[in-house]
């Protein structure tokens, strides 16, 4: 039988020793499992086909202003299905991007009619700028890269189209930028390449 010495330290049942919180975030660990589970299962409600949709181009320049979502969206957020449906004229955050700067414009839906648009940081490149996080919720169903010119900032209004600056394609101030980039998600990436 064994004894326990006088400098031994007191027997525990508690295992705070092997938590691992101090050395890997917990909301870094949570944030990476739901960007890869919350994803879109479809398009158009289920007849588009998994990851064939893919191909279909569910996003676009908005009719009058913003980012369109061209297609209904199956998809799933925390263990939940659900359909984001088709929606025209999402509007960009309000904010003003610099002058010769790329930013990545991350759209997210969830479920129903509330697609929104992130802005991510100001690049000096197209690799410099990243995506944002997407918020607890949405699901990231693609991204817009935007340039802006050498001649201005990019001024978004966040709703409207006044000075014509919320408008993508045919932009009254040419000199502001265009776009660069369209990208189609079915989940957040878990790194950018």
Known sequence: MAYRKFDDPAL???DDARKLYAVIPKEAL????QSITNRVVSGTNGTMGGTAGIGAAWLGTGGTAGIILNTALTLAINGRYGTSVAQDNIFLPLGTQSKSTWVKYLVAAKFGTAA???AGNEGASSTAAKLPDCPDGYVAVGFLEYVTGTAGAYIRFGGGTAGGYNVLSGNVAATCGTIGTWGQLLHMPYDEA
């Open 12 to 14: 525990s049942s508690s």
């Open 116 to 118: 929104t648009v992130f």
């Open 30 to 33: 949570r944030r990476a499992i």
